[in-house]
């Protein structure tokens, strides 16, 4: 879900024809990337051989 928003927003950043647009799709962007940061640190630790869990942080 988060991802969509970022990968859409960012392109429409490289196409902005105007400041006004481009402020927008890059705070879109920015809220695509925040979301993608909390669900990827999930990820990471899912990932993360149990054994190691507790010694790696992000």
Do not use: K
């Not at 990968?7 to 979301?35: E, H, K």
């Not at 990827?40 to 010694?55: F, H, K, M, W």
């Amino acid at each position: 879900m988060t991802l969509t928003p970022y990968i859409v927003a960012a392109a429409a950043s490289g196409l902005a024809q105007d400041i006004i647009s481009l402020v927008f799709w890059r705070f879109l962007t920015g809220a695509g990337i925040s979301g993608e940061y909390s669900a990827i640190n999930s990820t990471i630790q899912e990932l993360v051989p149990a054994r190691l869990r507790g010694v790696w942080t992000s």
